[in-house]
């Protein structure tokens, strides 16, 4: 059982590293894409569940660090050629800053109010980007592309969003079994009685906040760069936000593997809407459908549920 | 001085459209807590229901009020009976209800979108390109209509409210749901109830939207964010707050198209948002969201 719970993982983390030979055989740049994708979201909900899952502040507008990791990077790409892959360290950073600026005003307030100051947060971002001239106002920035072939052009993205990925999970697993978690986690069931123990519940969950923030900003300026544009109506959209909320709560909240699980789930079950209904719209509706159905008949998630009945495999049990 | 007195009365019809579209909202939380995501969407399905009678039929969007409040009222029956009706039942905020409304605002828009696209859409009777003069002063009949009509249904549900017997049962849930319980009132029919009234609301609201403003399914998203910052402002589930917060943001706001840009008009509700939070999170006249 132990070995297994090490095993797995490290066998799965061996076959992402080797999947890219896959090129040499041929063009699988689909497959690819899909992967890189998977990566992207995981690193989105596992940091999306740090302050949504253990912390308890549901967040629907998160993808606000996204854009100005997007941004930041897109910029100084565009203005003095420096690669994403060099500053999504500090796209990261601006991203943390950013979100302790605002985690001081919106985390006074908690329940509806934070989650409608969410929302109100990235309509203001959205508004700003949409008329900022300096960085192309509503048409963005158009990044340059790399000069690899098509088979490889998408191997660079990969491995850095495959670091995210990790890098996102195991700060997860570290706050869940770090005193900084547990303190996270008495603030979701209950702040006053969690002050009384003496617990600083100011400074835990602005710091969960911005903490969550620094991979989502890193993770938007490789996207940026995978995209070549960055622009407010592809980055500043509310539905990037419920797609993590929902991975969320479909794989289990506050849970390490359940982001995961979720995310692999969702973006699979996407792909299926958009390769039998094509539209968008039709998109929408059915990630709504999901999220209704889920929070109605499934609110412990899959792994939350797997867990209740015992019937979780040992290597997704992670917490 | 004159150009002030103009912009000050543009903003303040345009803020009766907002105080209804927001009304309906502040009595849904106030009695059941939950805060509903969905109304905006249910907003814009009110004025496609304006919108279709008046293409298809030529029928006024002042007359099709009462058209769009029904088809909104039971869309918000059935949504209250497929989904809140478990939650309702204990007057705790909990985050997954809102959730469950925000996943009812993405089917709803999903659907809307697909069967009549993102386009923008707007009814134009004759008056809406007409306007009144007084003195130097002139105001577009689509604004002065939609705010009387506006200021009319909020004197009724505030006559309602305040003075019949449903309107009291519905206050003391609101205040105390187990002692309304405990003196007799039926709060699970008090529930659906006020949830219908609320989704009349947004449908009446929706019949004025769809000619004051233009609108397309999309288009909910920032009216959530609008609506949210009067609710906030005036205090959540407090029907006088709500009024008062829709009037002062909506006055400011044209304030801001008109001596500044237009584009940003729309900003002073977001950060107005914003400077409650940090002032007093309560709102102006909040009752404590628990």
């Not at chain 1, 601006?94 to 006074?108: N, Q």
């Not at chain 1, 039998?276 to 998630?301: Q, R, V």
Request: net charge positive; proline share 3%.
């Amino acid at each position: 059982m132990q070995n297994s719970k090490k095993i797995i993982p490290v066998l799965i983390l061996i076959g992402l590293i080797c999947l890219p030979i896959v090129q040499f055989f041929g063009n699988y740049n689909y497959v690819i894409h899909m992967v890189l994708f998977c990566f992207l979201y995981i690193t989105m909900s596992s940091s999306w569940n740090i302050i949504g899952g253990y912390g308890g502040f549901i967040s629907i507008g998160h993808n606000v660090f996204f854009g100005i990791g997007a941004y930041f990077s897109g910029f100084i790409y565009a203005r003095y050629g420096i690669s994403p892959f060099y500053t999504a360290v500090f796209a990261g950073l601006i991203a943390t800053v950013f979100g302790f600026g605002v985690g001081f005003i919106t985390l006074r307030v908690k329940g509806p109010s934070f989650i409608i100051s969410s929302i109100a947060l990235l309509m203001i971002l959205r508004t700003l980007f949409d008329r900022w001239e300096l960085v192309g106002g509503a048409h963005g920035i158009t990044l340059p592309h790399n000069n690899l072939s098509v088979e490889w052009s998408k191997i660079p993205h990969y491995y850095a969003l495959l670091v995210l990925m990790v890098l996102s999970i195991v700060l997860s697993w570290y706050v869940r079994h770090s005193k900084f978690g547990l303190a996270l986690r008495s603030i979701s069931h209950d702040e006053i009685k969690s002050e009384v123990t003496g617990i600083n519940i100011k400074i835990i969950k602005v710091t969960a906040y911005a903490i969550s923030a620094y991979m989502i900003g890193a993770a938007g300026a490789i996207w940026g760069d995978y995209l070549t544009y960055v622009r407010p109506n592809i980055f500043f959209i509310i539905l990037i936000a419920a797609n993590m909320v929902l991975m969320c709560i479909l794989g289990g909240k506050g849970t390490v593997t359940g982001p995961i699980i979720g995310t692999i789930v969702i973006i699979f079950f996407n792909e299926f809407i958009l390769a039998n209904f094509g539209a968008s719209e039709l998109n929408i509706f059915f990630t709504g459908l999901l999220m209704i159905l889920t929070l109605l008949y499934f609110p412990d998630g899959i792994i939350g549920s797997l867990k209740k009945r015992k019937l979780l495999p040992g290597f997704l049990d992670w917490d | 001085m004159m150009e002030i007195l103009q912009v000050f009365i543009l903003g303040l019809c345009l803020g009766f459209v907002y105080a209804l579209m927001v009304s309906g909202l502040t009595l849904i939380f106030g009695v059941m807590r939950i805060v509903n995501l969905a109304h905006p969407i249910l907003i814009i399905s009110g004025a496609f229901v304006s919108y279709w009678l008046f293409i298809k039929f030529g029928m006024d969007p002042i007359l099709s009020v009462p058209a769009a409040a029904l088809t909104v009222a039971l869309l918000g029956v059935l949504l209250y009976k497929l989904i809140f009706e478990k939650n309702a039942a204990q007057q705790t905020y909990s985050e997954m209800t809102v959730l469950l409304t925000f996943g009812t605002a993405m089917v709803i828009d999903g659907l809307l979108a697909f069967l009549f696209h993102n386009t923008q859409r707007i009814t134009s009777p004759g008056y809406a390109t007409d306007a009144i003069f007084i003195g130097e002063i002139f105001i577009p009949l689509a604004q002065l209509y939609s705010g009387i009509v506006s200021l009319t249904i909020i004197v009724v549900l505030a006559v309602f409210l305040k003075y019949s017997e449903f309107g009291i049962a519905i206050r003391a849930t609101s205040q105390n749901r187990t002692s309304a319980e405990l003196v007799g009132v039926n709060v699970k029919f008090v529930c659906l109830v006020s949830f219908a009234i609320g989704c009349a609301l947004a449908g009446s609201a929706g019949a004025l939207v769809s000619f004051v403003f233009s609108f397309f399914p999309s288009r909910h998203w920032e009216w959530i964010a609008i609506l949210m910052s009067l609710v906030v402002l005036g205090g959540m589930g407090s029907l006088t707050g709500a009024v008062i917060g829709a009037l002062v943001l909506s006055v400011v706001s044209s304030f801001v198209g008109a001596f500044y840009s237009p584009a940003w008009s729309t900003m002073v509700f977001f950060l107005a948002l914003f400077l409650i939070l940090i002032i007093r999170p309560r709102g102006l006249f909040g009752i404590k969201a628990d």
